[in-house]
Nanobody, 126 residues
Framework: QVQLVESGGGLVQAGGSLRLSCAASGRTLSRYNMGWFRQAPGKEREIVAAISWSGSNTYYTDSVKGRFTISRDNAKNTVYLQMNSLKPEDTAVYYC???????????????????WGQGTQVTVSS
């Protein structure tokens, strides 16, 4: 069993930055690929970014490329999402999740992830 806890969300003005953290307990994340998802009110949950277990591979959805950076520190059992140049459309609840399937740069569906955090709210004001 693994528990994932997100932190770092909050209210920020457009153009600002936030850094989300996802800390794991119970089991190590060092051998697992990880992802960040988000869900806005009335919308489906969508992948934001993903990172392979070693950190050598990353994926970003088009809308965040060049603004968000996913990283990990396996020694701290933590995954991060640095979000810069935030826009009002980035407003959502952000979730981290552990991928149960092998890395596939072309596939990042929620059903490929088995453990999820409780989410952290990110609100970007215009």
């Amino acid at each position: 069993q693994v528990q994932l806890v997100e932190s770092g969300g909050g209210l920020v003005q457009a153009g600002g930055s936030l850094r989300l953290s996802c800390a794991a307990s119970g089991r190590t994340l060092s051998r697992y690929n990880m992802g960040w998802f988000r869900q806005a009110p009335g919308k489906e949950r969508e992948i934001v970014a993903a990172i392979s277990w070693s950190g050598s591979n990353t994926y970003y959805t088009d809308s965040v490329k060049g603004r968000f950076t996913i990283s990990r520190d396996n020694a701290k059992n933590t995954v991060y999402l640095q979000m810069n140049s935030l826009k009002p459309e980035d407003t959502a609840v952000y979730y981290c999740a552990r991928r149960k399937s092998p890395w596939n740069s072309g596939s990042h569906h929620s059903y490929e992830y088995d453990y999820w955090g409780q989410g952290t709210q990110v609100t970007v004001s215009s």
